[in-house]
């Protein structure tokens, strides 16, 4: 306590300005209008700013949560387009509903949905690279799931835990994805050379078939992991395989792996079905 007594007597003076300074504002500021009106109006000033900035930091740690939104929000959209397309192109083929006839009730409703994920390890360096993410079992994830970007083909689900899984990408020799040219039954599977982690190689795609640089390639839709139409790249060049009845197409991808930081992965609630009436065909052979 005696500490304390001699530091306050020691700057006593200090004190003594600071009650004076005080006194003199609150004199100024209640006997002079044209002071108040300067004094309110920094006032008003120095809180705009600090709420403007309190605001600013509240936006920033909310964009998260909005960027989340606007994943889901952008995913659902994509899966509209798709069951648009599935439909046009099933009118198409069916001669009677294209003429107008209505779709009955026991249409079977379309079985793809999104899960959205955050990346939490990722690799564009290696021969083989993989892809982890913030979702699991709990979230409704198995693997053989497909998975991809706001702007194209990722990869699929190869391993997983409650809580996280881990993908092999199209920029691993593992990947082999069904591809085709849009808008042309011809297909082929992408491979990756392990060169350069913008490129990838559609292969065996027939020499009869038409394409032109600049051609977008999708997924074909001849498995139970994609849908059909899903952007996986475009044509940048070709080339013929060893056997000459086929081409190699060079695909610069869609997805920009080195900046990939968000995913959706893709449910199907058909594919154990499709995938057991598949093996239960191959057991004749």
């Known amino acids: 306590m005696r500490k304390l007594l001699d530091f306050l007597l020691g700057k006593k003076h200090w004190f003594l300005f600071i ?7 609150t004199l100024i500021y209640r006997n002079n209008s044209y002071q108040r009106s300067v004094i309110l109006n920094s006032s008003n000033v120095v809180s705009g700013y600090l709420l403007s900035l309190s605001g ?16 889901e929000q952008n995913g ?3 899966l509209k387009l798709l069951e648009l397309q599935e439909q046009i192109e099933s009118m198409q083929a069916d001669t009677v509903t ?8 026991t249409t079977m409703p379309f079985p793809y949905r ?6 939490v390890n990722n690799s564009i360096v290696h021969l083989s690279n993989y892809i982890t993410i913030n ?3 709990y979230d409704g994830i198995k693997p053989d799931m497909g998975v991809v970007s706001e702007t194209g083909v990722v990869g699929i689900v190869s391993n997983v835990s409650e809580h996280f899984s881990v993908i092999i990408p199209l920029l691993n020799p593992k990947s082999k994805i069904s ?11 992408l491979a990756w050379d392990g060169k350069d982690a913008a490129y990838a190689t559609l292969e065996e795609i027939p020499r009869h078939s038409e394409f032109q640089q600049g051609d977008t390639i999708v997924t074909s839709g001849y498995s139970a992991i994609f849908p059909p139409g899903l952007i996986v790249g475009t044509i940048e060049g070709f080339s013929k395989e060893h056997d000459d009845n086929f081409y190699a197409l060079r695909i610069k991808l869609a997805t920009s792996f080195a900046s990939l930081h968000h995913v959706r992965v893709i449910t199907n609630s058909l594919q154990n079905e499709q995938i057991n009436i598949e093996k239960e065909a191959k057991k004749n052979d």
Request: charge should be positive.
């Open 179 to 189: 591809c085709k040219v849009f808008r042309s039954n011809y297909f082929g599977y």
């Open 114 to 119: 999104f899960i959205v994920a955050d990346v």
């Open 76 to 78: 659902q959209m994509e």
């Open 56 to 71: 600013n930091i509240q936006s920033y740690f909310n964009l998260r949560e909005i960027n989340k939104n606007l994943q």
């Open 135 to 137: 979702k699991g079992k």
């Open 98 to 105: 294209f003429k107008g006839a209505v779709a009955d009730s």
């Open 19 to 25: 009650l004076f300074e005080v006194l003199s504002v």
